[in-house]
């Protein structure tokens, strides 16, 4: 079975501008749950998604916002971006909400 | 609300030495409780978890972790540490109950495995 895969593994931005990262989940599996991990820091929720419904969010601003598709992906969008946005992103992917999370390897976002 | 603390940073060990990871968990309904490891420049693998069956639990790679309610901890421990356990291992707590079982993780502990 094919793991938890992340699109882009790098990106830069600048401030104010917006992005968009991508997430494939593992096959079979109808929740995802975004972090964001700043150096140096564990990994802190940002929200997630369960039958392409949010289902649960954490202490993120609403220019934090995502989405979750039929097929399994899902996407976290950023809008006008903050330097200390720079982190590395997680997704992670579960058959239910309740049973354990897999992780992708991440997307590495600096905003410079 | 739920809180995860790991004592110490960073623990330094000899290579067939014993490994000890400290957990300290807060939460205020029965806990789900998570090993996670993370190798440089890689997202986060599943070591072990204890969702209230037996206390002591076994994980991959060698490692194990003991539930004590009592001392509300739940320590990684691996008998004997070879290099490739090189890497940073993070404690994570989820509510066994409610709807999204978000995880709560403490801030991560740096393994050095000394030759």
């Known amino acids: 079975e094919t793991g938890v895969t992340q699109s882009p593994t790098h990106l830069i931005k600048t401030r104010g501008q917006q992005v968009t990262l991508r997430c494939s989940s593992q096959?079979?599996?109808?929740?995802v749950s975004w972090y964001q991990q700043a150096l140096g820091q564990g990994p802190q929720f940002i929200f997630q998604?369960?039958?392409?419904?949010?289902?649960g969010r954490g202490n993120f601003p609403p220019r934090f916002s995502g989405l979750q598709f039929p097929n399994y992906s899902s996407e976290l969008n950023v809008n006008a971006l903050e330097l200390d946005d720079s982190a590395l992103y997680l997704c992670?992917?579960?058959?239910?909400?309740?049973?354990?999370?897999?992780f992708g390897d991440g997307t590495r976002l600096s905003i410079l | 609300a739920q809180s995860v603390t790991q004592l110490g940073s960073h623990v330094s060990v000899s290579e067939g030495a014993l490994v000890l990871l400290r957990c300290n968990y807060s939460?205020?309904?029965?806990?789900?409780l998570f090993w996670y490891v993370q190798y440089p420049n890689q997202g986060l693998q599943l070591l072990l978890k204890?969702?209230?069956?037996?206390?002591l639990v076994k994980g991959i790679n060698g490692f194990e972790a003991e539930f004590k309610k009592s001392e509300t901890s739940f320590h990684l421990t691996k008998p004997s540490a070879h290099m490739s356990d090189a890497a940073e291992y993070f404690c994570?707590?989820?509510?066994?109950?409610?709807?999204?079982?978000?995880?709560?993780f403490g801030k991560g502990t740096l393994l050095t495995v000394n030759p």
């Open positions: 992670a992917s579960s058959s239910q909400p309740s049973q354990p999370q897999h």
């Open positions: 994570a707590v989820s509510n066994s109950g409610g709807s999204n079982y978000k995880l709560t």
């Open positions: 939460s205020s309904v029965p806990p789900y």
């Open positions: 096959s079979g599996h109808n929740t």
């Open positions: 998604y369960y039958r392409e419904e949010e289902n």
């Open positions: 204890y969702t209230s069956a037996a206390t």
